[in-house]
């Protein structure tokens, strides 16, 4: 069985430079650090947002003393996590007892009632079980992936702030896109969120990448010299999912061979290449404003691997200010990285061939 996944939303059997991370995020929580009561998780898509957050939750859900709930974003976030509370407490045998004698069904959601009479009744339902949570010494963990700035996430955010003034026993994990956390977070009601703990997810180290694929590999018997194991991490670049893809790709290459070849690399990058452009990039692109989109695409069009702010001021014929504005948006979205004062590159594998492509495909008319 290929040991590699390349699925989103999934805990990857290889979590690879995480571990830690998940044990100090743990850790944290069940010693009640405030800091990580509230924290934001970010990273560019495919950097491992999901199988985090998700590591975390099931890793606490095998305490006794923890709830956790992971809710998906919906119109209805504040009634989805009452319901959800509703089920888990009635399912945990230290609470069950407690939560029948409260009658619930006096906060039941009527057909009749008005949206917001259908929050304000899951408001009620949520405290208190809440109140019941804390009675028994229980903590809520809260997940809750790609969030964006809309209303129903400001609304859940605030009730949520509220729940913490009230001193229940309750954290959050909150996942997103750098560019919609910083949204969300600059938001006039929601400056809180600015004290949460931040939780940036880096790049995978290329000795990390090297090993854990000598290691995969050197498990199904094949092995790998470490010249390939170099160009390897070269072509993953640190990028989460591009690790798991050219790990899945190049391991059905290999099934019956004992020896993973430059060769064998060489015959996978065509599919590996095409995997981020259409999986990946594409969804990326469509993301980016119009003028982020020109910014890359000149940036792209530099043969060199380094490309100076005063190449894209030149070139994009603005001043060195607008530049800027788009050089720190891109950085913060993660697919630019500046190795030093004055020079851009791109952080991506293949990141550079895609945005050549995007162009041409654009230029043609039809």
Request: aromatic fraction near 10%; avoid cysteine.
């Amino acid at each position: 069985m290929n040991p590699f996944d390349v699925g989103f939303g999934k805990v990857p059997k290889i979590f690879l430079d995480r571990s830690e991370l998940v044990e100090t995020t743990l850790k944290a929580l069940k010693d009640e650090n405030s800091l990580f009561q509230t924290s934001l998780v970010y990273g560019m898509r495919g950097s491992g947002k999901t199988s985090f957050m998700t590591e975390v939750s099931e890793k606490l859900a095998k305490d006794d003393k923890w709830l956790t709930i992971d809710l998906s974003i919906s119109d209805g976030l504040i009634e989805d996590f009452a319901d959800y509370l509703e089920k888990e407490s009635k399912t945990n045998q230290a609470l069950a007892a407690s939560i029948q004698s409260l009658g619930l069904s006096a906060f039941g959601l009527s057909a009749s009632f008005s949206r917001k009479e259908e929050g304000e009744a899951a408001k009620i339902k949520i405290e208190s079980l809440l109140e019941q949570l804390t009675k028994k010494n229980i903590s809520l963990l809260l997940t809750i992936d790609e969030v964006t700035n809309t209303k129903a996430v400001r609304e859940f955010a605030s009730f949520y702030q509220v729940l913490v003034r009230k001193k229940f026993k309750i954290a959050i994990l909150l996942a997103g896109l750098p560019e919609n956390i910083n949204q969300l977070i600059t938001h006039d009601v929601l400056t809180f969120l600015l004290r949460a703990n931040k939780i940036l997810l880096p790049t995978l180290g290329d000795y990390s990448i090297m090993d854990s694929y000598l290691k995969t590999f050197g498990k199904g018997g094949r092995q790998i010299s470490s010249e390939v194991l170099t160009k390897m991490a070269a072509y993953v670049k640190g990028y989460a999912y591009a690790f798991q893809l050219l790990g899945y790709l190049l391991w059905n290459q290999t099934e019956n061979k004992k020896r993973v070849t430059d060769k064998d690399l060489e015959a996978v990058l065509p599919t590996y290449q095409a995997y981020l452009f259409q999986n990946v990039y594409t969804l990326m692109y469509r993301q980016f404003t119009g003028q982020e989109k020109l910014f890359l695409k000149v940036m792209a069009q530099n043969d060199v691997l380094e490309v100076p702010s005063a190449y894209l001021v030149e070139e994009l014929g603005k001043t060195k200010a607008y530049v800027n504005v788009y050089r720190d948006r891109l950085l913060k979205s993660q697919v630019l990285t500046s190795p030093e004062r004055g020079q851009l590159t791109f952080s991506l594998p293949y990141f550079k061939d895609f945005l050549l492509q995007q162009a041409a495909l654009e230029a043609v008319e039809i």
